[in-house]
């Protein structure tokens, strides 16, 4: 690569990452914080114990419909193993959980 093509891809990276930048910026101040802080302390409240994870998903699903984003929802089957590649161990971690 030339020294010349080299400092106009260097120019146009650094022309991408201040647009970037812009539209984050622009994104973040969209944002209703006090929405969020909201939606964040609801969604902590749920339970969601593995394997009963279904009412903190339905509350997620609830949220992104009132935002008018469409929600596809797949439905587990009853005998899934909600255990499938648990480590040795994850039942204590588990019952610390629930103790919290």
């Known amino acids: ?12 990276m650094a022309k991408s990452e201040a647009d970037r930048e812009k539209r984050d910026k622009e994104i973040i ?9 909201s939606l964040c302390r609801n969604l902590v409240k749920i339970p969601s114990y ?3 994870e279904v009412p903190k998903a339905n509350y997620v699903a609830n949220e992104l419909r009132n935002l008018g984003i469409e929600v596809t929802e797949i439905p587990i089957p009853g005998d899934f193993p909600v255990n499938a590649g648990m480590s040795l161990g994850s039942s ?3 019952e610390r959980e629930r103790a919290f």
Do not use: F, T
């Open 1 to 12: 690569m030339l020294p010349n093509q080299n400092a106009k891809g260097v120019i146009q």
């Open 29 to 37: 101040s969209q944002i209703d914080q006090l929405k969020l802080i």
């Open 50 to 52: 593995l394997g009963d």
């Open 92 to 94: 204590e971690v588990m």
